[in-house]
């Protein structure tokens, strides 16, 4: 079947009619009825009858509308990674969730690789592999590492995470009852995963969660105005206080024996296929995300 076609049936049940699907697609109404029109005559059933005015899909237009939707969306994404794949000019080009993405990139490149470019993409668990194995990234990071053909792990450090609070908020307030901002993203095929991104235990007491959200940044915010208490690693709190101006430094709450030591384990995503100097730089950004785990919060 010609993918144009399969495009402007695509359009057709999108929009609702095939004027609108010509203006959609920057084409005339009359190319996208004999493009369609064609492309019954090569599957042999019919896609659209008569409606009123206009056009109705049948049950075997329908379903190959939603067949070709999936296929130009498919399209669509492949154009992008391919030039992303082929226009990127760093040198290196890292994947990883946001935890590591916003903190991660500068000691990577002030005490490990400097003077050579860097990029980094945030990604979440599962698409960190699909950068790495479609090569749009050269390396990824990770807490959760998700199975992906052509792509090997390495669990690289173990970080202490901590239920933290900004300073002078929340006093008295018994450590079950405080509000939480968590993480808020499905993961499938994560090997290994338990419980919550954040790392909360999936055998630990429940807690109230007040905010959901997909970004490290807005929870930080929302622990700086005080509005709720997060899981960070160490290294996260420690960096974020050396930034902070004092009034929105935080701090580590005591569980009191809610909850045990939290820990997460890091791993690097490679390709299977990493030689030469790309494998040497992906062993220098191993070494860096081992220095950066190393980091504790002053206490």
Request: hydrophobic share 45%; with cysteine.
């Amino acid at each position: 079947m010609d993918f144009d076609r399969l495009r402007y049936l695509a359009a057709v049940a999108r929009t609702g009619s095939m004027r609108s699907a010509a203006v959609a697609l920057g084409v005339t109404p009359g190319a996208v009825s004999k493009g369609i029109a064609r492309l019954e005559q090569e599957s042999g059933v019919t896609l659209l009858v008569a409606s009123g005015r206009g056009v109705a899909l049948t049950d075997e237009g329908s379903w190959l509308a939603q067949r070709a939707e999936h296929l130009v969306g498919e399209h669509a994404s492949l154009t992008t990674d391919l030039a992303q794949r082929t226009a990127r000019q760093p040198e290196l080009c890292v994947a990883a969730y946001d935890v590591f993405a916003t903190w991660f990139l500068g000691l990577l490149g002030a005490q490990f690789l400097p003077g050579v470019p860097l990029s980094i993409r945030e990604r979440w668990p599962g698409e960190v592999e699909a950068a790495v194995a479609t090569a749009v990234s050269d390396v990824g990071i990770t807490y959760t590492p998700v199975a992906v053909d052509g792509v090997s792990h390495e669990e690289v450090a173990r970080v202490p995470l901590h239920v933290v609070v900004r300073r002078g908020s929340h006093r008295g307030v018994p450590f079950a009852a405080l509000p939480f901002a968590v993480a808020s993203h499905p993961i499938s095929g994560a090997v290994g995963q338990f419980g919550p991104l954040d790392g909360w235990p999936a055998d630990a007491p429940g807690r109230d969660v007040r905010f959901r959200t997909s970004s490290l940044e807005a929870r930080l915010d929302l622990c700086r105005q005080g509005a709720a208490a997060i899981v960070v690693p160490s290294f996260v709190l420690e960096l974020h206080n050396r930034r902070a101006r004092a009034a929105d430094h935080l701090i580590i709450v005591d569980p009191a024996g809610s909850i045990g030591p939290l820990r997460r384990r890091i791993h690097v995503a490679r390709r299977s296929t990493t030689t030469g100097r790309l494998a040497a730089y992906v062993d220098v950004v191993t070494a860096a995300v081992r220095a950066m785990c190393e980091i504790a919060p002053a206490t």
